[in-house]
């Protein structure tokens, strides 16, 4: 910036020395004693400084503006990744859970059907026990019935039999004394003479 400074204070100067070659139509290839090509460079670069400062602001300003907006892009890319990274954990965390909830359901459901299971054994039990006792019952029926008409028929059995074996066996002159006895028994009970036997 000095050496800009000094150039614009020195243009003044220079400019008769410039007019004077001109109008002397004198073409050398040098300019106070320094070539064309070092003025050509100091002009460049007095240029190029000029154009530095007057673009120093907007340049700055658009730089500026560009850092600001990629630090926030920056920082918005970091809070979606801290924002991923949370609902990742709770993702993983639901997930975790719902792991959790599937296996206290299976476990729900294996302990309903153990439990329904010895339900249904209980109640087949319960069923048989009285099938059993129904059939225990009627057969004690039955039994009992049986009984009472085998012992019917061997009453009236042994009666034919003893009919049977008396009429067999028993012949008049047993009928006979069987009469005389029964006949002094009840005399002698009801204290009666006794009867003269027949002949026999």
Do not use: C
């Amino acid at each position: 910036m000095m050496m800009f400074g000094a150039f614009l204070h020195g243009l003044p100067a220079l400019a008769p020395a410039w007019s004077s070659a001109a109008d002397g139509h004198e073409a050398g290839s040098t300019f106070l004693g320094l070539p064309l090509s070092i003025w050509q460079a100091v002009n460049l670069v007095v240029f190029l400084g000029l154009l530095v400062w007057l673009l120093r602001k907007p340049v700055g300003a658009f730089f500026g503006d560009r850092r600001k907006e990629i630090e926030e892009n920056i920082r918005k890319t970091d809070e979606n990744r801290r924002r991923a990274e949370q609902l990742a954990v709770e993702m993983e965390a639901r997930l975790a859970k719902l792991d959790e909830e599937v296996a206290a359901i299976h476990q729900h459901a294996m302990k309903e059907a153990v439990s329904e299971q010895a339900e249904l054994l209980r109640q087949a039990e319960e069923d048989a026990r009285k099938i059993v006792d129904r059939v225990r019952a009627d057969m004690d029926t039955r039994v009992r019935h049986a009984r009472k008409e085998l012992t019917t028929y061997a009453g009236d059995l042994a009666v034919e039999i003893a009919r049977d074996v008396l009429l067999r066996n028993v012949t008049p002159q047993d009928e006979d004394r069987l009469l005389r006895e029964g006949l002094t028994a009840l005399h002698d009970a009801a204290g009666a003479p006794k009867t003269p036997s027949r002949a026999s």
